[in-house]
């Protein structure tokens, strides 16, 4: 596959000129509730959004339960400061038993459902379900036989790159294609939580198109919809961003997670973006732009005229609309006589001079 390809999912393409693919993120925004869960979905369909995206992990398929300062989280992190891992992916997991109800809810609303998996037993869970495509995690690029495992389902990978060198994310793509899976998209990426902007380097996306030769969008934990809004003028053919139902019913990942309507505007404005970047170049009107040339300045008789009278700048002004002689005409005309009577509201023009 190629940045000029063309990666289809049934009916919804992804890549150049296409309209760009909105990933809702859920994470663990449910707080432990399936309702809430599918009300997170529910939302995300009403956005206007290309797809919803789980994380299908256990904390023992992460980590291991123990308490040493290895397995926390850094003092000084915004969120999950001095949390222990084993408890703050507990906290976070989406159960696999509601798996298959949220795809079942997000299908029916015309979601594309798929997932981020974490080891080999959630890969496997994730083709009984169908899903329709996978995402790598950042925090995963190292884990080629993870990526291998993922490649082999034949379904296209989505890869994000946070933290990684452009050696690691050669390898990973190796990974996938040397097992026949060559169907990658590749996400520009700052794993921090939230990111701030002067961090997000979208200067990556064109580099990592043009290195590896692949559809590349953005993973985007940043506050607010700016950045994804420019990664998609930089050509992104893919946005992922972080979803919870309100800023005041918390959640794991709510501190740098957009509301429905913020996504609602990220989808129209994302779109808006690739689209105005792709009508190119070109001076002179346009084709909606040809009925307001009727509204340019031209000059007209402002007060009725008689024969023989001379054109001053009481009775010939520079108005709305055109159909007269041009503004700059005027040191032309200036003095002349009108060749016969002319009513206020009439274009002037050298017929009547």
């Known amino acids: 596959m190629s940045a000029r390809d063309i990666l289809r999912i049934g009916e919804t393409a992804i890549g150049a000129g296409q309209p760009v693919f909105t990933a809702a993120e859920m994470s663990g925004n449910h707080n432990g509730d399936l309702s809430r869960a599918l009300a ?19 904390a023992d398929t992460l ?7 290895a397995f926390r989280v850094a003092a000084d992190h915004e969120l999950w400061g001095s949390r222990n891992l084993h408890a703050l992916y507990q906290q976070a997991h989406t159960p696999w038993e509601w798996h298959e109800e949220i795809f079942d809810r ?8 798929f ?12 083709e009984e379900l169908g899903v329709g495509l996978y995402k790598t995690a950042s925090a995963e690029i190292g884990d080629l036989p993870l990526l291998r495992e993922i490649g082999r389902t034949g379904k296209p ?31 520009a990426c700052t794993a921090a939580y939230p990111a701030l902007p002067q961090e997000a380097r979208l200067g990556n996306i064109a580099v990592l198109r043009e290195a590896f030769d692949l559809p590349v969008g953005i993973s985007d934990h940043t506050l607010g919809i700016g950045v994804s809004v420019a990664a998609a003028a930089l050509g992104a053919v893919v946005i992922e961003k972080h979803v919870t139902l309100d800023d005041d019913a918390g959640g794991v990942d709510s501190g740098f997670s957009l509301t429905p309507a913020e996504f609602s505007r990220l989808v129209t404005a994302a779109e808006q973006a690739r689209v105005a970047v792709a009508s190119g170049t070109g001076f002179g009107p346009t084709e909606e732009e040809r009925a307001v040339l009727a509204l340019r300045r031209s000059l007209y ?21 055109s159909g007269g002689l041009a503004p700059d005409d005027f040191a032309l005309v200036e003095g002349r006589a009108f060749a016969a009577d002319v009513s206020r509201g009439t274009p002037l023009t050298w017929a009547v001079l």
Do not use: C, H, W
């Open 40 to 58: 997170i979905v529910d939302a995300i369909a009403a956005t206007g959004a290309t797809a919803v995206k789980l994380q299908t992990y256990t």
């Open 63 to 69: 980590t291991i339960d123990v308490d040493l300062p």
């Open 106 to 113: 997000a299908r029916g609303l015309g979601l594309i459902p």
């Open 115 to 126: 997932s981020t998996p974490f080891d080999p037993t959630s890969v496997a869970f994730l």
């Open 157 to 187: 990978v989505i890869v994000s790159t946070g933290m990684a060198t452009l050696a690691e994310i050669d390898a990973a793509v190796t990974a996938v294609r040397g097992v026949g899976n060559d169907q990658v998209v590749l996400l």
């Open 301 to 321: 008789v402002v007060a009725d005229v008689r024969r023989g009278d001379l054109v001053s700048a009481a009775n010939v002004r520079s108005i709305r609309p």
